[in-house]
């Protein structure tokens, strides 16, 4: 039987408080997960540990030659992520992303490499995505009061806001950065879990792993020889009800939903996830989980997929290569005497996944 180690860092926990929940355009990677995942039989010993790490659990399995390296290996993993929380984290006001969020307007500062390259890779994937992706809304963020209970903004506030969003607007030149706008500010939700996962996948095999599950609220990433398994995919309706099954061979996947987070104002009730293009919350259809090698692509496609629609997701994602997708739809079936409307759910998916997916309830459609 493997160790078991369950430990929690206070620190994180008390200063992040929903640091991995804020979803914006930039994503929740969380809500899709029902159950563990099966257990893959490895070689070595395997430790397996639950802390909370950037406000949200994080549970690992690390396989190594030993108990010892698979307990070093864990540790090298945590701290890895810690080292990403310290720069990326808008939730304390020491980190590295925050220090360029409180720049003035037009004052290079000069960034770390690290940073450097999640900002790069952050853009590309806006761009890529023709902007259904960016994490520079923090505008946006404040004026709905994501943080703070939920507004509803008018049009007119909604469009003077938008010409301070987007990632155009952090000007990049070598080494150092400035913003273009007053209000820019750059939030990592949508992003900042993958770079993390990724960052602890490399650090857990460099420390001698030879193979390791993570979930990070939610979002799963597989690294090393023979690892994957099966993970069931919860109703956007109802998360603690599987619906589905996946099999996951290696890689990442990340679920977006507006099932965990709803807001209500002005006698309007909405979702968390917002169009950076329009400045209005994105239209709620169910999730969308999208499969990919990293977990920085597979953090940001998945908000960017939900906020594209179902259909176009599924188009656009089946242009990609390495990247899969798989859309849960709830539509309304039919309508009752009653005040409610049924609704049934339908799960369609890019080619990649055809022979991956299984149902788990019969009341789901699966559309090859």
């Keep these: 039987m493997p160790a078991v180690i369950r430990s929690r860092r206070v620190s994180w926990c008390v200063r992040l408080a929903g640091c991995a929940q804020l979803a914006i355009a930039l994503g929740t990677a969380g809500c899709a997960r029902v159950g563990p995942p099966a257990r893959q039989k490895m070689p070595g010993q395997t430790v397996e540990r639950v802390v909370v790490a950037m406000g949200t659990s994080l549970q690992i399995q690390v396989t190594a030659p030993t108990r010892m390296q698979a307990l070093q290996a864990s540790e090298a993993g ?27 307007v037009g004052s290079s500062i000069t960034l770390s490499g690290a940073l450097l ?7 590309r994937w ?41 990632m155009q607007e952090l000007h990049v030149i070598r080494t150092s950065a400035s913003r273009r706008m007053a209000r820019l500010r750059i939030e990592e939700g949508g992003f900042g879990k993958g770079v993390g996962l990724d960052a602890a996948g490399r650090a857990v095999l460099a420390a001698g792993a030879t193979a390791a599950t993570f979930d990070f609220g939610g979002q799963v990433l597989s690294v090393g020889g023979r690892v994957g398994g099966d993970h069931n995919l919860a109703d956007p309706r109802a998360r603690d009800r599987a619906v589905v099954r996946v099999h996951l061979r290696h890689g990442s996947f990340a679920t977006t939903a507006n099932s965990e987070r709803r807001l209500q104002a002005a006698g309007r009730d909405f979702g968390h996830i917002l169009d950076p293009r329009t400045g209005r919350p994105a239209a709620d259809f169910g999730s969308v989980t999208v499969f990919a090698d990293s977990a920085f692509a597979a953090d940001c496609l998945s908000t960017a997929l939900f906020v594209m629609g179902p259909v176009a997701a599924l188009v656009w994602a089946e242009q990609q290569d390495g990247i899969e997708a798989l859309v849960l739809e709830s539509t309304v079936a039919e309508m009752t005497g009653s005040e409610h409307a049924l609704t049934q759910l339908t799960a369609r998916m890019t080619s990649g996944l055809r022979d991956q997916v299984t149902a788990l309830v019969p009341d789901i459609t699966i559309l090859q």
Excluded: K, M
């Design 117 to 123: 390259r999640d900002l790069a890779t952050a853009r």
């Design 78 to 104: 945590l701290r890895a992520i810690e080292v990403v929380d310290a720069r990326l984290s808008t939730w304390r006001e020491d980190s590295e992303l925050s220090r360029l969020n409180r720049a003035l």
């Design 126 to 166: 806006s761009r890529a995505t023709g902007g259904a992706f960016d994490p520079g809304i923090g505008a946006l963020v404040d004026l709905y009061g994501l943080r703070t209970g939920g507004t509803w903004p008018s049009d007119q506030d909604v469009w003077a806001c938008l010409p301070h969003c987007g």
